[in-house]
């Protein structure tokens, strides 16, 4: 996403749209629905961040099958609608979020209103007075009312005590972040970043792969080697489109193994969402780079818009998993790396800029895919992820949507993923557009601190790298 792309959003109202219970001045007042049959079907969460998240989940709490074709969602404008898709249904105890933002806006005073197809018969509505933080959504799901939450779009809601939330903490490490790269190297549109060693790889959301090298100061700057000097173009596995690739990551076998990126659509069909993961052999000298693999994840995934899709990618191995108890989701039962066949082994965490959801999936070598993990970040966009091996722990980064926070992870007891620590950005970097995080690893440790390093999307001032510190 580029800078531009982000204060145009900003510079607009954004908003959500939700049927349920009234929210007005901090009160919650339940509203009957009068729509028969439809009385089952509720406005079950509302995401309105004030920036790139405008969602609405409807939730099914009957016994019967809904169909919802054409019925239609409305802020508090009667002008704004957004047409439900014909053949959408909802079966018993489904959920299904829209993202409204292509139609209209959801202000932090709005109104969200769920219509029959006729578009008169109001069947649900929620009210709200302050821009969700992260997530409005109805506890118990169907039945209660709204409350602030963790966002878990096409989910059950977080109803847990305090939303799932942890209090953010000072950054474990430097307070200051310097710029990592000459001015200018580098233009807007650097986004995921992942270090291997003496290279560091940059995607780069215009279509390209970077391959950075060390500039002997701390910083990198572009391999001019092998057809490296201005990035190399990608392409889908038929050599045509422009994959906006948002995050790079590595399996536990390096790059000769391939390199795998995260992308939300072809850039040459914009309005279209493609929520792919592709893997690029970067052994050749040209300029272009054509995906050996595509496991295109698009129709497995809740909707989103076509620029808020997968922005952040990791790769965690199998061996953590299984140690640390993690529970495969498609089958409720432990983990299995054995049941999936030849794949990386490992799974691929994915992060959503416009729901900050994260998902895992097993990408196995015959191009099949499962997904074994849906789980909130508790934040408003996930735009990077990053797998620290030292610390067995997933990092989690937002950016100036939410104020540079990170986030880690690890597999709980339950065997899910859990937040465990919740951090803010160094104090000495202001609030940029940070979409790409890097760690070195443990051989670059010294005095009990380790460099770590962010992409900035804006190339504020002039940088898209800056390099901070964190304890080892």
Sequence with gaps: MTASTTRRRRRGLVR?????????AGALTAVPAHAGPADDLRINEVVTTGDVNDSIELYNKGTA????????????????????????TL????????DVHGKFGLGPDDDARLYTADGKTLVDHFSWSGHSAPSWSRCP??????????????????CGAGGGGTTPVAWPGSGTATAADASNAFGEDLSGLFQEGGVMWGARNSGELWRLVRDGS?????????????????????????????????????STAGVYLAAERDGDSSATSRLSVLRYDTSGSGTALTAAQEWNLTSDLPPTGSNLGLEGIAWVPDSYLTTAGFKDASTGAAYTPGAYGSHTGGVFFLGVEGTGMIYGYVLQDSGAFTRVASMSSDMGGVMELQWEPQTSRLWVVCDDTCSGQHRTM???????????????????????????????????CTAGSKPVYWADDSNDGGHALRKGAITC
């Design 218 to 254: 701390g910083g990198w700057k572009p391999d001019t080697t092998n057809g490296w000097g201005s990035g190399k173009k990608v392409h889908y596995p038929n050599g045509s489109g422009t994959p906006d690739d948002e995050g790079v990551t590595l399996t536990g076998s390096g």
């Design 65 to 88: 099958t809904i169909d919802v074709s054409g019925w239609i969602l409305k802020d508090d404008d009667n002008a704004h609608s957004y047409k439900i898709a014909s053949g959408t």
């Design 91 to 98: 079966g018993p105890g489904a959920y299904r979020a829209f």
């Design 141 to 158: 799901d169907g039945t209660g009312t709204f409350r602030q939450a963790a966002v878990t779009l096409g989910a059950p809601n977080n």
């Design 410 to 444: 690890q597999v709980d007891a339950s065997g899910a993923f859990a937040t465990t620590a919740v951090y803010n950005r160094p104090t000495g970097m202001p609030n940029y557009n940070n979409e790409g995080f890097s760690l070195a690893g443990v051989d670059e």
């Design 16 to 24: 959500f749209l939700v049927a349920g219970p009234l929210l007005t």
